[in-house]
């Protein structure tokens, strides 16, 4: 085994105890799994990530501590699309049914959060983005 030589299983898991994010979550269990002999490739397959992917993170454990290395690494950020005030008035709308702006459905999907977000702040969200913020707002 050429990775995770100086961790313990133990150390992952102990850390995997103290995670509360999906992608560290992942990494560990990644991490535990070649440590109790799966190949890499092999991971990489059951967790649909590039081998390459999987050797970085693997490497990531060697050179950091265990939970900083499982955590995303800090990215500057860019200015948010919306300001506080525009925040608040959306966790306001999306606590509502879509109906009480005028959507004829039921519950709000991504698609009609991104053309709230275009048509009543003049904003352009991903999908991605959007799915998070319904998420958080919900």
Not at 19 to 40: E, N, S, W
Not at 51 to 57: F, L, S
């Amino acid at each position: 085994m050429s990775h995770l030589e100086n961790i313990s299983t133990s150390e992952l898991r102990t850390a995997l105890d103290d995670v509360d994010d999906v992608h560290a979550t992942k990494r560990l269990m990644l991490a535990i799994a070649y440590k109790q002999g799966v190949a890499q490739t092999d991971v990489a397959e059951w967790y649909g990530y590039l081998r390459k992917t999987i050797y970085n993170w693997l490497h990531r454990f060697e050179e950091e501590p265990v939970r900083d290395a499982a955590r995303d690494k800090a990215r500057p950020d860019r200015p948010p699309k919306l300001d506080r005030e525009e925040q608040f008035k959306v966790a306001q709308l999306l606590r509502d049914p879509p109906a009480n702006v005028g959507y004829n459905i039921e519950e709000w999907d991504i698609p009609r959060v991104q053309r709230l977000l275009d048509e009543q702040f003049d904003v352009t969200y991903s999908r991605t983005n959007a799915y998070r913020l319904l998420s958080k707002f919900e």
